[in-house]
């Protein structure tokens, strides 16, 4: 199948200071990418759809200020979280729709990258 | 809004035995996908089993299979002779078609297999 690669798997950082997390679809080429956010034991919770070329669509309730997110090309998107605090702490996990076209619901996971926020 | 509910935070089964994972969801919508995803420890997040809403028949892939029940909403899923390999958390969730691949996830069943 399809990978998604994320980066970096762990990130710890200051407070005040942002983090950038890379999305990176392998060996296929996606327009769409999705953001979410993972609290431990709990479900995801989908901040926001990344779209090549243009700007991303947030969910209601999620600060675009506070998480930036650039679609450059077609195989990378990313999430910078900007001046980031201890409630920003969370796991992040990106994804991309399936290669077979039409609306199956089939995502691409990347890893997850865990940032702690000192 | 459409919610999903998974009701069993956490269960236990043996190696070789069958489990059930149960899954609610709500919705006023007649055509929807659903799935099953897993979340292996330290891993990434892989489709399990998908089903469409308009076909009666339950979808099966190897070992897994779903008991789909459109009437009332529920979407359970049956892991047969499990392996060690099943732990794991699994998400149930659901997708309009209109959605653009958009999922709204339950909140997990975190699914232990024992020797």
């Known amino acids: 199948g399809a990978v998604v690669s994320q980066h970096p798997s762990w990130v710890i950082c200051k407070s005040g200071t942002s983090v950038k997390i890379e999305c990176r679809s392998l060996?296929?080429?996606?327009?769409?990418m999705f953001w979410y956010r993972q609290f431990p034991k709990q479900s995801l919770m989908l901040m926001a759809t990344?779209?090549?070329?243009?700007?991303?669509?947030?969910e209601q309730g999620v600060e675009k200020d506070k998480f930036l997110i650039n679609h450059a090309s077609l195989t990378l998107s990313t999430l910078t979280v900007t001046s980031a605090h201890p409630e920003d702490s969370s796991f992040y996990i990106c994804?991309?729709?399936?290669?077979?076209?039409?609306?199956?619901?089939?995502?691409?996971f990347g890893e997850g990258s865990r940032l702690t926020v000192l | 809004a459409q919610t999903v509910t998974q009701s069993q935070p956490e269960m236990s089964v043996q190696e070789a035995e069958t489990v059930t994972l149960s899954c609610t969801y709500d919705t006023s919508e007649n055509n929807y996908y659903l799935f099953w995803y897993k979340q292996p420890p330290s891993r990434q997040m892989i489709l399990v089993i998908r089903?469409?809403?308009?076909?009666?028949q339950n979808a099966t892939e190897n070992r897994f299979s779903v008991n789909f029940q459109k009437a009332a909403k529920s979407f359970s899923l049956k892991i047969s002779d499990s392996q060690l390999g099943d732990t794991a958390m699994y998400f149930c969730a659901f997708m309009k078609p209109s959605t653009a691949s958009k999922l709204t996830f339950g909140t997990g069943t975190r699914l232990q297999v024992t020797l």
């Open positions: 990344s779209n090549e070329g243009s700007k991303a669509t947030y």
């Open positions: 060996d296929f080429q996606a327009t769409t």
């Open positions: 994804s991309a729709p399936s290669l077979a076209g039409g609306n199956t619901g089939e995502l691409f």
């Open positions: 089903q469409e809403a308009y076909k009666q």
